[in-house]
């Protein structure tokens, strides 16, 4: 199964915001609310940002924030920050009983 | 504090095989289900086996079904990746993760392990 379809890249400016798209099909994102995100800096363990499509972990900011519709999830990020930079990967789980992780998006603030 | 630590990593010929192990400390190991997702060298994450509470379920990613198991020690809060046939393409850092009990959907991960680096090259 192929991955989730991210933007390879994105970037803003400090203080704006962006939009990270993950799309899938409708035997995984359309099929469950199981949606979740996660950043990564290089070299690192990935940090759970976003789970079940808009819930956000205690300690995770409200700058961070899910959504879904259809077989597309977004991750959105507003005032950005030089510590926002980082790899950003979707996971959604599937109706095999199976996980799927997005591609990957690279944002440069 | 939760904590993931992987072990077993290392540099290994095609067709070996080798046993990742992750041991766990800061929760109680048999309440939560544990995966293994592996990243390759520059590039994304790749999820590739989940075991549940008890280790009686496990469910596997094609790319490495019927050549890798997963199973688990509760009583040593170990959880293991045993891979056989190791192919190039398998090289990656391999990262155990925990899903949590308390929160949500439990189909997503809270905690993750440092990583071990495989490598498979002749």
């Known amino acids: 199964q192929s991955a989730l379809t991210q933007p390879a890249s994105v970037s803003g400016s400090p203080g704006q915001s962006i939009t990270i798209s993950c799309t899938g099909t409708?035997?995984?994102?359309?099929?469950?609310?199981?949606v979740s995100w996660y950043h990564q800096y290089p070299g690192k363990a990935p940090k759970l940002l976003i789970y079940d499509v808009s819930y956000r972990p205690s300690g995770v900011s409200l700058r961070f924030s899910g959504s879904k519709s259809g077989n597309t999830a977004s991750l959105t990020i507003s005032g950005l920050q030089a510590e926002d930079e980082g790899d950003y990967y979707c996971?959604?789980?599937?109706?095999?009983?199976?996980?799927?992780f997005g591609g990957g998006t690279q944002l440069t603030v | 504090q939760v904590h993931l630590v992987e072990s077993g990593g290392g540099g290994v010929q095609p067709g070996e095989s080798l046993r990742l192990s992750c041991a766990a400390s800061g929760f109680t190991f048999n309440n939560n289900v544990m995966h293994w997702v592996r990243q390759p060298p520059g590039k994304g994450l790749e999820w590739l086996a989940l075991?549940?509470?008890?280790?009686?379920?496990?469910y596997f990613a094609d790319s490495v079904k019927g050549r890798f198991t997963i199973s688990r020690d509760n009583s040593k809060s170990i959880v293991y990746l045993q891979m056989s046939s190791l192919r190039p393409e398998d090289t990656a850092v391999y990262f155990c993760v925990r899903v949590p009990v308390d929160l949500g959907s439990q189909t997503f991960f809270d905690s993750w392990g440092q990583g071990a680096l495989v490598t498979v090259s002749s």
């Open positions: 075991i549940s509470s008890r280790g009686s379920t496990t």
């Open positions: 996971l959604s789980y599937t109706i095999s009983s199976t996980w799927i």
């Open positions: 409708s035997s995984d994102v359309g099929s469950f609310d199981f």
